[in-house]
């Protein structure tokens, strides 16, 4: 599935060139030249990640992550600011409100994608071929196979998809619709409540050991693959 970044730079020449490096190294773009043009493009489904700039007319930078982090569902976005404000003092406060990342223009291509590459993988770190295991729950995505300590676990092929992107994704709070296209992809078409039955399908096949209790529900929100309870 190819990686949606939302690039938020309000000075075409240098939006347009985020785009074409972006796109070259096989991301999908979107663009916005200012804050509430921003805004209406965060949305499901939500970009995997978002470079902005800390001045944009009818906002700041700053802002916009304030208000990211008061939705359940945009709060784990990771955001790279991307600014002429070099002093430190801006630095510190662009990671106090949330920014993962802070860089300073001008910039090079190659180091703007080995960041945002940096950041990506300490989102989702994991290798959608590697072995996964979680609190004694093993998923193998090569062999096809899912246990907890000797014992095999049988589910079917759609709850074992929702499991590796609950696995690959954790710690962050997914809708009915998200999961619909990651987990199904954005050309079926399938009802939101078709989640739910997958989700205590996937609940009753890993409910050895109390995994079961790793699949939160997150009232008016969606659903969250979590250790912490």
Not at 9 to 24: K, N, S
Not at 121 to 126: E, L
Request: hydrophobic share 40%; glycine share 6%; aromatic share 6%.
């Amino acid at each position: 599935m190819t990686r949606k970044i939302l690039v938020v730079e309000d000075e075409a020449p240098i939006r347009e060139m985020l785009c074409f490096v972006l796109e070259e190294k096989g991301f999908a773009t979107q663009e916005a030249e200012d804050y509430n043009q921003a805004l209406e493009l965060i949305k499901e489904p939500y970009p995997e990640l978002i470079l902005l700039d800390w001045m944009l007319p009818g906002g700041s930078g700053i802002q916009l992550i304030k208000h990211l982090k008061q939705d359940e569902l945009t709060r784990q976005i990771p955001v790279i600011m991307l600014t002429a404000r070099a002093e430190e003092e801006d630095k510190i406060k662009g990671l106090d409100v949330g920014a993962d990342d802070y860089i300073t223009k001008p910039f090079s291509p190659k180091e703007l994608t080995s960041r945002l590459k940096a950041v990506l993988r300490r989102v989702a770190p994991t290798s959608v071929e590697d072995v996964i295991e979680v609190q004694g729950l093993r998923l193998d995505p090569l062999s096809h196979r899912v246990s907890t300590d000797s014992q095999q676990l049988e589910m079917g092929p759609t709850e074992f998809k929702l499991l590796h992107f609950f696995m690959t994704h954790p710690e962050r709070v997914y809708s009915r619709e998200q999961l619909l296209n990651n987990v199904w992809g954005t050309n079926v078409f399938v009802e939101d409540r078709t989640v739910d039955v997958h989700i205590r399908r996937l609940r009753k096949a890993i409910s050895a050991g109390g995994h079961d209790q790793l699949i939160q529900t997150v009232r008016g929100a969606g659903y969250r693959f979590s250790v912490r309870l």
